[in-house]
């Protein structure tokens, strides 16, 4: 994306705030025209009043010096309260959308973003461009329409030295187009470098039991000085492609100075202006070189903010879900059917899923079985359309579920995978997770009972309200499971899938959820997929899956009658 795109899409998160930039604007243009009467009172005083003496009280010109300034300075002050108010409201429209887009994004970004990169790109970068240009609006503003006043001030004093002055210009303009290539190139490798970073950190933030495990410290102290020393070579190199414009606008500007000195000198000598004059000329032309170097220094800011905006506006831009549905199913069965279903995920050498068939009819339990890699979890995936098959096609009640609104289809699936993710709130916040109809504190309680967890809630002394930390950290590994656990029975789905839902679990727990797992048979469709085979006898239908493919169905009795496969694996895990 071209910086252009870029601003113009700021500019649509900007143009609501009109009201508020029009203040801004009216405000910072009032504070300029008030910056070229100081000097012109002071040419007055030095050409009347120091000679012939005032015409009103002395104490009138310190009490306009104070007026003037006061007034100045509160029209500063709002308009710099009237930008921040608009670039506030900016960030809150754009970080809305940021997470609109990452809620609605393709499955497949989640394999090339990290959570720490993403929270980087919704909560830091817009707050980081919005002040970057929202900074540079108020600078360009406040210091821009000062700069207009005075420079129009000098033209009404003397319009020969004012055109001498603006000789520089051209040389100016240069140093800025030559600064602006530069930023833009070394200005998005300090960008990037940034986020090599953060992903670092973020690795590491997550995974701080593998590296102690592994004593691997020192391995990713290194890998953080590499990346470190890459984002602060990045970064240097931008602060000397924005600095050396500093000094060079300087010596520009000085050569100025010194001409317009000269010419003077010379007017001086033959008595064309005052002394007031040439003070007054001086004076505002003072006052305009610090407003001239904060313009002329705008870029590095503008661009820096304009590359961390398009690194937001990447996550926008990211592919969303494809949901084509445009039926929905208001009651379901639970009747499931596979219907030669190949899907390959993307760079794989071979198909997750290849020709599967698979019929699970309602209130039917069916335990999937097999070795890593047989496409146990891509069933699942698949199901919910977190996977889109290449070919053949998965039916939900006789309904192609890609005819199914994305989500309708999810609202009658509740899962409990192996891979377990809780919210930081309460123990009753995430059993009832995102109902629409609020938290029925005694269903709550009921699920809690069914997955085992009710007697730990009532040892806290906040009971079901006290709150379980990041991700869970204030519970154990089997307490974590049995609240998602208790999280899938508080939805009520028609189909329920327990992808090794009691993988963390003691014998004792495991026995319990088992237990509440049996009592939904036949009420519910059920998925249960299990590498202990212990937990998957009573299944109604147990198919065992290798290479994407069914190469064994039966119950329990059936299949170790076979003497296949599965029967191998039972001896297996019963002789371990």
């Known amino acids: 994306m071209e910086f252009q795109d870029t601003a113009r899409r700021l500019w649509a998160y900007a143009k609501p705030q009109w009201r508020m930039l029009a203040a ?8 300029a025209a008030i910056e070229p009467l100081i000097p012109e009172l002071f040419k007055r005083l030095l050409d009347s009043g120091f000679k012939a003496g005032l015409s009103y009280p002395i104490w009138v010109v310190p009490a306009v010096i104070i007026g003037l300034f006061m007034v100045r300075g509160i029209l500063s002050f709002a308009g710099t309260y009237t930008m921040n108010s608009a670039t506030s409201s900016m960030v809150l429209m754009l970080r809305r959308d940021l997470m609109r887009g990452l809620l609605k994004a393709d499955a497949r970004l ?3 973003i990290s959570p720490g990169l993403a929270v980087t790109k919704i909560i830091n970068d817009p707050q980081m461009a919005a002040n970057g240009l929202g900074g ?4 360009a503003l406040k210091d821009g329409t000062t700069l207009i006043c005075l420079i129009g001030y000098l033209f009404y004093l003397n319009w020969q030295l004012t055109l001498l ?14 600064a602006q290539k530069r930023l833009a190139k070394v200005g998005g490798a300090s960008y990037e470098a940034q986020q090599a970073l953060v992903g670092t950190v973020d690795d590491n933030a997550r995974a701080w039991r593998v590296v102690r495990t592994f004593d691997a410290a020192e391995f990713e102290l ?34 100025g100075v010194a001409l317009i000195v000269t010419l003077a000198l010379i007017q001086a000598q033959t008595n064309a202006k005052t002394v007031g004059d040439f003070t007054a000329f001086i004076m505002a032309m003072l006052l305009a070189i610090r407003p001239m170097r904060t313009v002329t220094d705008l870029y590095q800011p503008i661009y820096n903010s304009l590359i961390t905006a398009r690194g937001a506006f990447e996550l926008i831009n990211a ?20 219907d030669q279903v190949t899907l390959q995920y993307e760079g794989a050498a071979n198909p997750a899923l290849a020709g599967l068939n698979l019929h699970i009819q309602p209130g039917q339990t069916v335990a999937l079985v097999g070795s890593s890699g ?18 053949g096609q998965i039916l939900l009640d006789g309904t192609p579920i890609h005819d199914l609104k994305l989500k309708n289809l999810r609202r009658h699936f509740a899962v409990v995978s192996q891979d377990i993710v809780l919210f930081d709130g309460s123990i009753a916040a995430n059993v009832a997770y995102a109902s629409p109809s609020g938290i029925d504190r005694d269903k709550v309680e009921r699920c809690l009972k069914a997955a085992n967890l009710w007697n730990h809630v009532l040892n806290l002394p906040e009971g079901m309200d006290a709150n379980i930390g990041t991700n869970g950290g204030k519970l154990s590994g089997g307490q974590r499971q049995r609240l998602a656990i208790a999280r899938a029975l508080y939805r009520d789905a028609a189909v329920w899938i327990f992808d090794e839902a009691t993988s963390a679990l003691d014998s004792e727990s495991e026995s319990i959820v088992q237990q509440s797992i049996e009592e939904l048979r036949h009420a519910k469709t059920l998925i249960l997929i299990a590498h202990r085979l212990s937990t998957i006898r009573n299944a109604d239908v147990i198919c065992v899956m290798a290479d994407g493919r069914i190469v064994e169905q039966g119950n329990h009795e059936t299949l170790m009658a076979r003497n296949g496969l599965y029967a191998n694996m039972v001896r297996l895990q019963s002789a371990s």
Not at 24 to 31: I, V, Y
Not at 136 to 139: E, I, L, N, P
């Open 24 to 31: 801004t604007m009216a405000c910072f243009m009032g504070s």
């Open 222 to 255: 290194d890998r953080f000085d590499q990346q470190a020393n890459h984002h602060r070579r990045m970064t240097m190199k931008t602060v000397v492609a924005s600095n050396l414009v500093s000094p060079i606008t300087q010596v520009i500007a000085a050569i």
């Open 136 to 139: 540079s609006a108020v600078a």
């Open 374 to 391: 047989a496409g146990k979890s891509t069933v699942v995936s698949a199901l919910l359309r977190f996977a889109n098959p290449n070919e």
């Open 319 to 338: 592919p969303t879900e494809p949901d084509t549905g445009t039926q929905e199913l208001p009651h379901c069965q639970g009747d499931i059917r596979f």
């Open 165 to 178: 002055s603006l000789v520089v210009m051209p040389l100016l303009a240069l140093t800025v187009k030559f």
């Open 110 to 112: 989640f394999t090339s």
